[in-house]
């Protein structure tokens, strides 16, 4: 038992101490420009798109704007006023004598 243990120590030995591979200081570089160049692109994409909302908002404002100068109101003519029609009395006179409303319910 402590035999077989001993062996896979053995085994498993050069695996663990293999060393890594670390990277070049070129390597390093070259990676940490791609993030910066990254980085460089997100911010550049995010502040377009600011400035692109910034400029739209203002064409849709000033197209608001000029629709509602255009569209005065207290300058267009009041539209005529259709005349009353003439009283017409009814055929039948009204005979019933009026009563209260909640004493009938009662």
Do not use: G, W
């Not at 539209?79 to 009204?94: G, T």
Request: aromatic residues 4%; charged residues 35%.
């Amino acid at each position: 038992m402590r035999l077989l243990l001993i062996l896979t120590l053995f085994a498993l030995l050069p695996a663990a101490c293999r060393r890594r591979r670390h990277e070049t200081r070129e390597e390093y570089v070259q990676r940490a420009l791609r993030e910066k160049i990254e980085r460089f692109k997100a911010r550049k994409r995010e502040r377009c798109e600011q400035n692109l909302l910034a400029e739209a908002e203002a064409i849709a404002d000033s197209i608001i704007l000029r629709e509602a100068l255009n569209a005065d109101t207290i300058r267009q003519k009041i539209p005529h006023i259709p005349p009353k029609p003439a009283f017409i009395e009814p055929r039948v006179p009204d005979t019933t004598a009026a009563k209260p409303i909640l004493d009938s319910l009662r």
